[in-house]
Protein backbone atom coordinates (compact mmCIF):
# COMPACT_ATOMS: atom_id res chain seq x y z
CA UNK A 1 0.00 0.00 0.00
CA UNK A 2 1.00 3.58 -0.49
CA UNK A 3 0.12 7.11 0.12
CA UNK A 4 1.24 10.45 -1.10
CA UNK A 5 4.11 12.36 1.37
CA UNK A 6 3.13 14.92 3.81
CA UNK A 7 4.61 18.06 3.56
CA UNK A 8 6.91 17.06 6.71
CA UNK A 9 7.92 13.42 5.12
CA UNK A 10 8.92 15.26 1.39
CA UNK A 11 10.83 17.44 3.62
CA UNK A 12 12.96 15.34 5.41
CA UNK A 13 13.75 12.60 2.69
CA UNK A 14 14.74 16.05 0.50
CA UNK A 15 12.23 15.49 -2.19
CA UNK A 16 9.98 17.64 -3.58
CA UNK A 17 6.29 18.29 -2.82
CA UNK A 18 4.15 15.77 -4.95
CA UNK A 19 7.37 13.82 -5.69
CA UNK A 20 7.28 10.12 -4.54
CA UNK A 21 4.36 8.25 -2.57
CA UNK A 22 5.50 6.60 0.33
CA UNK A 23 4.96 2.54 0.98
CA UNK A 24 3.14 2.00 4.60
CA UNK A 25 2.62 -1.48 3.90
CA UNK A 26 3.94 -4.37 2.04
CA UNK A 27 2.60 -7.93 2.22
CA UNK A 28 4.39 -10.85 3.46
CA UNK A 29 6.42 -13.16 0.30
CA UNK A 30 5.11 -10.32 -1.70
CA UNK A 31 7.43 -9.96 -4.84
CA UNK A 32 8.09 -5.98 -3.39
CA UNK A 33 9.16 -7.47 -0.26
CA UNK A 34 11.18 -10.67 -1.83
CA UNK A 35 12.70 -7.22 -3.48
CA UNK A 36 13.17 -5.44 -0.17
CA UNK A 37 10.95 -2.90 -0.46
CA UNK A 38 9.36 -1.92 2.85
CA UNK A 39 7.35 0.42 5.00
CA UNK A 40 8.95 3.87 4.89
CA UNK A 41 10.54 3.30 0.99
CA UNK A 42 9.47 6.14 -1.14
CA UNK A 43 8.89 5.23 -4.70
CA UNK A 44 9.52 8.22 -7.31
CA UNK A 45 9.35 6.62 -10.48
CA UNK A 46 7.31 3.88 -12.11
CA UNK A 47 8.65 2.30 -15.37
CA UNK A 48 10.60 5.40 -15.54
CA UNK A 49 7.63 7.86 -14.96
CA UNK A 50 7.42 9.82 -12.24
CA UNK A 51 4.49 9.70 -9.06
CA UNK A 52 3.31 11.59 -6.57
CA UNK A 53 0.04 9.77 -5.80
CA UNK A 54 -1.66 6.83 -5.39
CA UNK A 55 -3.73 7.10 -7.50
CA UNK A 56 -0.75 7.57 -10.36
CA UNK A 57 0.96 4.56 -8.95
CA UNK A 58 -1.91 2.18 -9.24
CA UNK A 59 -2.62 3.62 -12.90
CA UNK A 60 1.36 3.10 -13.84
CA UNK A 61 1.00 -0.23 -12.31
CA UNK A 62 -2.03 -0.87 -14.65
CA UNK A 63 -0.28 0.13 -17.57
CA UNK A 64 2.20 -2.87 -16.81
CA UNK A 65 1.02 -5.68 -19.35
CA UNK A 66 3.95 -7.82 -18.91
CA UNK A 67 3.80 -8.06 -15.54
CA UNK A 68 7.11 -6.13 -15.14
CA UNK A 69 7.65 -3.08 -13.32
CA UNK A 70 11.11 -0.75 -13.00
CA UNK A 71 10.72 0.94 -9.63
CA UNK A 72 12.88 3.90 -8.73
CA UNK A 73 13.37 4.21 -4.75
CA UNK A 74 14.64 6.70 -2.57
CA UNK A 75 15.70 5.14 0.63
CA UNK A 76 17.30 6.64 3.74
CA UNK A 77 18.73 9.76 1.17
CA UNK A 78 19.53 7.28 -1.25
CA UNK A 79 18.11 5.91 -4.63
CA UNK A 80 18.02 2.66 -5.57
CA UNK A 81 16.43 0.88 -8.65
CA UNK A 82 14.54 -2.63 -8.60
CA UNK A 83 12.82 -4.51 -11.15
CA UNK A 84 9.75 -6.50 -10.25
CA UNK A 85 8.36 -9.50 -12.29
CA UNK A 86 5.28 -11.26 -10.98
CA UNK A 87 4.73 -13.32 -14.06
Known sequence: AVRALTAAESERARLRAGQ???????????????????????????????????????TALARSVDGRVLLRLSENGQTRTVMLSWR
Open 20 to 58: GVLVVGVARGSVAALAGIRPGSVILEVNRQPVGHADEFA
